[in-house]
């Protein structure tokens, strides 16, 4: 009866250890993805909107301008509705080390629905 309780604990060691490197596998190849996208490309959709709407002159998706960069903006997780809020009425406290950005009042709503989709998908 020992002999199987300890057989039984042998191999529910041995699944533990399966379970815990196939984990380690998974995050470190999910890492190393991230770690290779060091530039995103913005799409031409995407790009006439951000000229049309000024936001080029402040922002670019990955590096900082005036503003945070977009990629960076994403990083915080706000959904898309937020997202869209807060390019109407932004809020400085966000970004302490940044300038205020102006509020964009006369915005599209289309047009902040798709760029909020957009940078929301860069993260
Ligand atoms: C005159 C410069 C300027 C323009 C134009 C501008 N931004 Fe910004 N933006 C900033 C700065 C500076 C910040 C960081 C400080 C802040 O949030 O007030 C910022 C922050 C943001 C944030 C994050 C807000 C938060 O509270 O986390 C979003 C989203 C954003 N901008 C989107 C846009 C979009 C989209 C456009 C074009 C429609 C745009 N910005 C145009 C300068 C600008």
């Given at each position: 009866?020992?002999?199987?309780?300890?057989?039984?604990?042998?191999?529910?060691?041995?699944?533990?250890?399966?379970?815990?490197?196939?984990?380690?596998?998974?995050?470190?190849?999910?890492?190393?993805?991230?770690?290779?996208?060091?530039y995103?490309?913005?799409?031409?959709?995407?790009?006439?909107?951000?000229?049309?709407?000024?936001?080029?002159?402040?922002?670019?998706?990955?590096?900082?301008?005036?503003?945070?960069?977009?990629?960076?903006?994403?990083?915080?997780?706000?959904?898309?509705?937020?997202?869209?809020?807060?390019?109407?009425?932004?809020?400085p406290?966000?970004?302490?080390?940044?300038?205020?950005?102006i509020?964009?009042?006369?915005?599209?709503?289309?047009?902040?629905?798709?760029?909020?989709?957009?940078?929301?998908?860069?993260?």
């Amino acid at each position: 009866m020992r002999n199987f309780t300890s057989i039984f604990l042998v191999i529910f060691l041995l699944f533990i250890v399966g379970c815990t490197s196939q984990k380690e596998k998974e995050l470190s190849s999910e890492n190393s993805k991230k770690a290779t996208v060091s530039y995103i490309e913005t799409p031409d959709n995407i790009s006439s909107l951000l000229v049309k709407n000024t936001c080029i002159a402040c922002h670019d998706t990955n590096k900082h301008k005036v503003g945070p960069s977009f990629r960076n903006i994403s990083s915080k997780n706000y959904s898309v509705e937020k997202i869209i809020k807060l390019i109407v009425r932004p809020n400085p406290k966000n970004w302490p080390s940044y300038p205020e950005m102006i509020p964009i009042d006369d915005l599209n709503q289309d047009d902040a629905r798709n760029i909020a989709i957009w940078i929301k998908s860069l993260d």
